[in-house]
Nanobody, 129 residues
Framework: EVQLQASGGGLVQAGGSLRLSCVAS????????IGWFRQAPGKEREGVSA????????YYAASVRGRFTISLDRAKKAIYLEMNNLQPNDTAVYYC??????????????????????WGQGTQVTVSS
């Protein structure tokens, strides 16, 4: 089974930047949508950003659009999330995830994360004010 390994979280001041990485154990990018969810304490898990199958179309939640950039490096079997101008409300555990079949991209609807096929371990992002 394919595994996802996430890394790159940390503590940063408001306005700062971090880069998250997620490495897949296989070349899944033609078969899976892949991206990032996050979960803040006491809140539901929410979709942050994703790349659709084939590595073309990207999705961003409204709250991160313009600040976060998702990218794919197929040679390294990895996706990255460049996070700029981080704010305290970006504080959360960030999860890399991949989904094989979906009518609706799970990242776009907070009710759909339960149906995502593959999850990596979370990486903590903490933004201080």
């Amino acid at each position: 089974e394919v595994q996802l390994q996430a890394s790159g979280g940390g503590l940063v001041q408001a306005g700062g930047s971090l880069r998250l990485s997620c490495v897949a154990s296989g070349d899944i990018f033609d078969d899976y949508e892949i991206g990032w969810f996050r979960q803040a304490p006491g809140k539901e898990r929410e979709g942050v950003s994703a790349i659709k199958k084939g590595g073309g179309t990207t999705y961003y939640a409204a709250s991160v659009r313009g600040r976060f950039t998702i990218s794919l490096d197929r040679a390294k079997k990895a996706i990255y999330l460049e996070m700029n101008n981080l704010q305290p409300n970006d504080t959360a555990v960030y999860y890399c995830a991949a989904d094989r079949e979906s009518v609706v991209l799970p990242w776009t609807n907070s009710a759909l994360y339960k149906y995502v096929d593959l999850w990596g371990q979370g990486t903590q992002v903490t933004v201080s004010s």
